[in-house]
């Protein structure tokens, strides 16, 4: 038995701070109160400090060239104990059976890794959704605590993914939504419709409107939308008061979270704006927790919880000393203590380098770039100089060309840091592109800039084999590579990774073709690689 002796609780149930004792047997909580260690029993004696529950993040993607495993060397530190992961990527590269090798290594992890179960792509791969009885089955995994955010929310009110909806709500999991831009009457159809969470409100009065429509609501602290310091601003009169409220950091890039940490960066932010530490606490714990269905294990300090706790300096300091999971010491001053997993990937697939591309001429519908990922469609006649673009699928099969404006001025760069899964090459010379092609494929999947910087993502194309360290410095050249080469944004590798989305708007290239976002209208299908015409 170890006994934490003399701390302070930070009891997220009442919203107070209790001087108590907390004992811990078997990684579980046994007694909270006063009365005195048994005689037998490891006291550790922390006076002073404040014993409080870790910190949970209930909506990450752990594939932003750092892994499942490398992720957690700055999450535990900075006390997140426990991260909901995304299944998508794995999925689609080595289907359940190769997801659930994964599943299975992280359950070693120094900290409690659940997962969410995806019902669709978010590729335009097919209007209609994963077979549900797949879905239903990835449910029933007792690591899975939710299916996966929508972001098709127009097949939502069109009754899509109505049988993998109903396969979740039968398994007793919320459903995650992704609701970008949607109107008060559109949340009404989603929550009518099942979604019971969003992550995507970008102002106060969206975060106000998914909460009046009994929508969780997460409030984003990431490298792409930093919007957790306006939206607190403005909602501050209504946070102490309003339910269903968590932080979440959304799958930030490296540099991110080695700069702000992950839930911990959230709660410095919420309580440097005046938000009462309790209040911050509960929406980083209990809170979560609730919408998890974890409640009864995780997100506070009482008995039959697990005894995963951060000891914090004081009341608002958030940077933990000691972190415990299970009872075991994970985490001291900043440092892992317990290695994360050294993961055995399933074999992923395959990528083939394409042919020179044919460069597209005449009218065409640029996607002209406001933002790190937002575009707008402009159909114009295509200009010397143009940035080509193409995805090609990884077994070289087929190609879905565009051209885009305002993102990059390189000869040829090629990467697999794509949504799709496939080859993303860009450039304004058929031959660079091609050789920026052959280069990432000679490499296995990463990124390369025709005779000039390169880079492997060795784990699906995604990810960079070894630490959290490896990934932090891929992407640091990358974002110096990209802004060399013109790009003129704040987030490269989310830019790349959207390109091939079917979610933001407005014009996206996808394995279904040159994709129009709002209207879900296909404008140019994909060609197969030996018939692409002459243009």
Known sequence: MVV?????????????????????????????GPRDPPAQAEVIDVRGKIVAPGYIEPHTHP????????????????????????????????????????????????????????????????????DPEVVAAM??????????????????????????????????????????GASYARLNELSA?????????????ETRQRLRLGMWTMIRNSSLRPDLEPILRELAPIVPA?????????????????????????????????????????????????????DEELGGVAPGRRATLNILPAPGE???????????????????????????????????????ITPLNGVQPVARYESAVINRRVDREVRRGDLQAALVARDGTWITQGVMENFLDTPGFAT??????????????????????????????????????SAPLEIDGLIAAGGFERALGIERELTSEMQAAGYPFHDPLYSLLFASGDFLPEVRLTPRGVLEVKTRTVLKGPSRIDTVPAR
């Open 193 to 205: 419709a099942g979604i019971s969470a969003d992550h995507e409100a970008i102002t106060a009065e």
């Open 63 to 130: 594939w932003c060239l750092y892994s499942p495993a490398s992720l957690l060397e700055v999450a535990v530190p900075d006390g997140t104990t426990t991260l909901v992961y995304d299944n998508l990527f794995f999925f689609l590269a080595h289907g359940v059976d190769g997801l659930r090798a994964i599943v299975d290594q992280m359950n070693a992890a120094p900290a409690h890794i659940k997962w969410v179960a995806r019902i669709a792509a978010q590729t335009a791969l097919a209007e209609d959704a994963f």
């Open 318 to 356: 958030w940077r933990p000393e000691l972190v415990f999971v299970d009872g075991e010491i994970v985490a001291r001053d900043g440092e892992l203590v317990m290695a994360p997993p050294d993961l055995k990937w399933p074999e992923g697939p395959k990528l083939t380098a394409p042919p020179p």
């Open 416 to 453: 697999t840091a794509t949504t799709s899964l496939e080859l993303l090459v860009l450039g304004t010379d058929p031959r660079a592109m091609a050789r920026a092609a052959a280069r990432v494929a000679e490499l296995g999947g990463g990124f390369a800039f025709d005779g000039g910087w």
């Open 242 to 294: 309003a339910r269903r409220l968590m932080f979440t950091t959304d799958g930030a890039v490296p540099s991110f979270y080695a700069q702000h940490g992950v839930i911990g960066g959230c709660l410095r932010i919420a309580t440097q704006l005046g938000l009462d530490p309790m209040r911050a606490l509960q929406m980083a714990t209990l809170d979560p927790a609730t919408f998890l269905g974890l």
């Open 4 to 32: 934490l002796r003399g701390g302070t609780v930070a009891d997220v149930y009442t919203g107070t701070w209790v001087e108590a004792n907390v004992e811990i047997d078997g990684g579980r909580i046994v007694y909270v």
């Open 139 to 180: 449910l029933a995994w007792p690591e899975v605590v939710a299916s996966g955010e929508i972001t098709n929310w127009f097949g939502v009110t069109r009754g899509v993914f109505d049988r993998g909806i109903a396969a979740a709500k039968r398994a007793g999991k919320r459903v995650e939504g992704h609701n970008a």
